[in-house]
């Protein structure tokens, strides 16, 4: 048990690593420091899988940095590489990742293998559609993740595709705010990993179920953050998962068909680079 609290906990912190730049570091359009360094408080309640019909709450400090090179980003929208195949398409490789949970906190999964904490990596595609003289972006984003279990030796989930339309804008007195309308869509590896039961885990009230590829979620996410100071700055973020017309609602791991998640970033910046660049 000892053990699986703390992989449990390292697979916090690499999770809370990967959310960092979703803090709201940036303002889009402003001259920026190449780089930041500095520390981050993370408080999160998450749904533990869309469907749940329970929560995770998680709360963390941790240091975070930024880089915003010309191939090497790490910032509000991405760790990894990028290629800006024209003023308006871009592609990187990133990654994603959401709190993992023992069976033993989920009651639809009690006695099932443990929900890892699911790492995501993979391309992704951003088209912006229309800017605005506010400083607003509509972009279309696309990415293709392979999904591995960060708890259990990085095992092979799947795979993953979320097509999100998605709105940013950075208005005055240090605001910046913006949200997506996504879709997120699985092979039946990754289904399987959240809503199948084998048969040996099946119980008078949890029947077995296969699971089927297809549509796993409708998202709706929101965000809004200001800089206080020039050094600190709050973002608040809430997603909205259905799982309604989703090709396993029907699974007996589904217990609600809506569900939030929210969460507030503080970051403070410690130093942070004299050199300026422009996304």
Not at 248 to 259: A, I, R, W
Request: aromatic fraction near 8%; proline fraction near 5%.
């Amino acid at each position: 048990m000892r053990d699986a609290g703390r992989r449990r906990f390292r697979c916090t912190v690499v999770v809370a690593g990967l959310l960092a730049p979703l803090a709201g570091l940036a303002q889009d359009g402003e001259a920026q420091p190449l780089w930041e360094v500095g520390a981050m408080s993370l408080l999160m309640s998450q749904q533990v899988y869309p469907g749940s019909g329970q929560q995770l709450e998680r709360g963390l400090l941790l240091p975070y940095v930024v880089y915003r090179g010309d191939l090497l980003r790490v910032d509000r929208d991405n760790v990894g590489l990028r290629k800006i195949l024209s003023p308006d398409v871009r592609l990187d490789l990133g990654f994603a990742a959401a709190f993992g949970a023992g069976s033993d906190e989920i009651d639809a999964r009690r006695g099932m293998p443990d929900l890892g904490t699911l790492v995501e990596f993979g391309p992704r595609m951003q088209w912006t559609l229309a800017r605005d003289a506010n400083h607003g972006r509509w972009r279309a984003d696309f990415p293709l993740r392979g999904v591995f279990d960060a708890t259990n030796h990085f095992t092979d989930k799947g795979m993953a595709l979320e097509p999100e339309l998605v709105y940013q804008r950075s208005a005055r007195a240090g605001w910046s705010y913006g949200g997506g309308l996504g879709l997120l869509l699985g092979d039946q590896r990754l289904a399987d990993t959240l809503y199948g039961v084998a048969p040996a885990y099946a119980t008078p009230n949890r029947s077995a179920y296969t699971a089927q590829a297809g549509l796993i979620a409708s998202r709706l996410s929101l965000y809004a953050g200001k800089a206080f100071t020039p050094h600190l700055r709050i973002t608040a973020f809430t997603r909205v998962d259905s799982v309604a017309g989703a090709a396993n609602q029907s699974s007996p791991l589904v217990q609600k068909t809506t569900g939030a998640s929210v969460g507030l970033f503080i970051t403070y910046t410690v130093a942070q680079s004299q050199t300026l660049v422009r996304d």
